[in-house]
């Protein structure tokens, strides 16, 4: 907890809250596990339940790493029948909350029943071990029930989000080859239908691997059902509440996620099943410190991979509560969030930097106007923090009481491999950092050469040392893996993000590497320029991207979104001017500001710069485009620019 006499100083990128405990015990414990990882990640597969133990903890063949061989488990049992014989069994696994305000929950003991049903019904389909299904549907309950009856049965489950186009889904389905599609006839955002299972038969016109269809059935109207079609609920009212689970090898793929790249079509992470697992069991404990009372709120949606490990798996291992809403921030109000806290009393809240940038724009009385007394732990993910924001987070919506962990992964890596670990011990918190690697992982700031830097300098973020949550490989290109993961830095894996680490040895993520501006010679990192005009009173949000200068090699270009009360002006322009001048420095002066209403953003809360780039440099867009949230905010700032370049004539 906090000192009644913390400081925090708000001038620099160290700014530090002070706490009493300095972190001894999770330094001994980092240091120790990297003496020998093998040993320390074998003592955190102990937490799990094998039906056989390996053989071998890790077969390393650079860069191919095979966790914990010979040995077999579940996931599903792992998640859920270790519960049905305590006192668990009768604790709910899931509270369900729609955009308009229902309420559905599901104890561990039902959601056990639910699973083992669906799963059968699969079985009768003909799906087993190995198969892959594809799953598209919205927030809603069965969506984790259809991922842990793969699990059951060894099926390979990839989860689409479920605000993806037809060609996109068809593209995931075609490079899977997946058997069988689950979907509904219908999702909710923002108060518009989505009809899903339009979207699916246009999909499968085009995807020949699909062998059938289930519907879930959400809404009242009449939709078409072709003659390979089915409906959930009548699948599974014939079923058996128990299916015998297919105990699988720990290297037996769990599921298939595709990330989307800045070129090329989404690449398939494929995950396994035993070293995911003891990541996700020993990092949610770690940074999460998970008691029995907790209710977790985790915001992401789990078409992607932080809904699959911190909502999905995590939680269910622990027999912990998690709070699942089908809805956005900020619809039909400003205020989603909070009321949820309100609403189930939740006690840890994991969101984005990009959803709290949101409520910022907001006047405080919003979240004031809500009881969030619940609240323990505050977390970020998805992206770096801007200081500012953390420090809004820690003290509107944490009250100055609850300590703030920003956790850094990826896709790839299956888990958390930066964070505060509060299940081990507490640290200093500086606003904005990730602080520092969780145990047994070995993370390293390096330069082009591969070579560590000194502190306070700028580098790339790589990871030496094989760790059990990460991806196997990619679906079906091994040798695209080692291209994007491995080749740029020979025996590291090489994260595409650009970070520093401080005198006090604190990580500061500082955006990816393809985003690093080069200035008159000095490297300069999208965050940390954003941050600082996000630090300035009217503004909510910020992209910078950097466009050919023929003096300064790249010119600074921002796209700003303004708070609620303040307006565009030739005044507001040259007050930002001076704020950057004066926090970042001269080099960092911007050659262009533009105000926008929206940012692009991937359905995840990602900025697209690249698409802002495109823009600026009058190129034509380039890549995967299938996760923009909104095609409007590319238009708007498409006129935005076009409007720049007449008044520049």
């Known amino acids: 907890m906090m000192e009644e006499n913390s400081s925090t100083n708000l001038d620099g990128q160290n700014k530090t809250v002070e706490v009493n405990l300095q972190g001894k015990a999770l330094q001994e414990l980092r240091t120790k596990s990297l003496e020998n990882i093998e040993e320390f990640w074998a003592q955190q597969a102990e937490n799990l339940i094998w039906n056989k133990k390996w053989d071998k903890i890790l077969d390393w063949n650079p860069p191919f790493a095979k966790w914990f061989t010979g040995g077999l488990l579940n996931a599903s049992v792992n998640c859920l029948d270790k519960h049905i014989n305590n006192i668990t069994k009768n604790k709910a696994a899931i509270l369900w909350e729609s955009e308009s305000g229902d309420v559905r929950t599901l104890t561990y003991n039902q959601l056990y029943i639910e699973v083992n049903k669906f799963a059968n019904a699969l079985r009768h389909l003909g799906i087993k071990k190995g198969d892959r299904v594809t799953i598209y549907l919205p927030m809603v309950p069965e969506l984790p029930i259809a991922m842990l009856a793969c699990a059951r049965i060894g099926a390979i489950h990839i989860v689409v989000f479920s605000g993806f186009s037809s060609q996109a889904l068809s593209d995931r389905i075609n490079d899977s080859k997946s058997k069988l599609i689950i979907t509904a006839d219908q999702g909710i955002r ?110 992401a949606d789990i078409g992607w991979v932080t809904g699959h490990s911190y909502m999905v798996y995590a939680p269910l291992l622990h027999g912990v509560t998690s709070v699942m809403y089908e ?140 760790w059990p949550g990460m991806l196997m490989t990619l679906w079906n290109n091994n040798e695209k893996y080692i291209n994007t993961y491995w080749n740029k830095f020979q025996g590291f894996y090489y994260s595409a993000d650009f970070a520093l680490i401080d005198q006090d040895n604190y990580i500061w993520l500082l955006g990816r590497a393809d985003d690093v501006l080069k200035v008159a010679g000095h490297r300069l990192g999208t965050m940390e320029l954003e941050s600082a005009f996000v630090s300035f009173k009217a503004i909510a949000e910020a992209a910078v991207i950097g466009k050919p200068d023929e003096e300064k090699g790249e010119a600074i270009v921002a796209f700003l979104v303004l708070k609620t009360g303040y307006s565009e002006s030739p005044e507001l322009k040259a007050d930002l001017v001076n704020h950057i001048r004066k926090t970042v420095g001269p080099i960092a002066t911007p050659n262009e500001i533009h105000f926008t209403n929206k940012l692009p953003k991937t359905r995840s809360g990602k900025i697209m710069r690249r698409l802002l780039k495109s823009i600026s440099t009058n190129s034509d867009i380039i890549g995967d485009t299938s996760t923009l949230e909104d095609e409007a905010s590319i238009e708007e700032i498409k006129q935005v620019y076009r409007d720049f370049l007449h008044i520049a004539k």
């Open 190 to 299: 923002r108060g518009k239908i989505l009809e899903l299972k339009k979207i699916v038969d246009n999909a499968i016109t085009s995807s020949p691997s699909i062998e059938n269809v289930i519907v879930l059935k959400r809404g009242t109207s009449e939709i078409k059902m072709n003659r390979s079609d089915l409906w959930w609920h009548e699948l599974v009212k014939k079923e058996k509440s128990y299916c015998l689970p297919e105990f699988v090898e720990s290297t037996h793929p769990l599921y298939i996620l595709y990330t989307s790249g800045t070129t090329g079509k989404p690449k398939g992470v494929l995950h396994s099943t035993g070293g995911y697992l003891t990541h996700l069991y020993a990092t949610a404990k770690w940074v999460f410190d998970y008691k029995d009372e907790d209710i977790f709120l985790c915001t």
């Open 327 to 466: 809805g956005t921030p900020d619809f039909p109000t400003p205020d989603r969030y909070w009321a949820l806290v309100e609403n189930h009393r939740a006690t840890i809240l994991y969101t984005t930097p990009t959803a709290l940038r949101i409520y910022m724009k907001h006047d405080l009385s919003i979240p004031n106007t809500f009881d969030l007394s619940s609240l323990r732990l505050l977390g970020t993910v998805g992206e770096a923090i801007n200081p500012d924001v953390w420090l809004w987070y820690f003290r509107i919506i944490g009250k100055e009481k609850c300590p703030i962990i920003d956790t850094w992964w990826q896709t790839e890596t299956g888990g958390i491999m930066i964070s505060q670990c509060l299940g081990i011990d507490t640290i200093p918190m500086k606003p904005g950092s990730g602080t520092f690697p969780v145990p047994g992982i070995d993370i390293g700031i390096v330069d082009d050469k591969g070579l560590d830097v000194s502190a306070n300098n700028k580098g790339y973020l790589v990871i030496k040392k094989p």
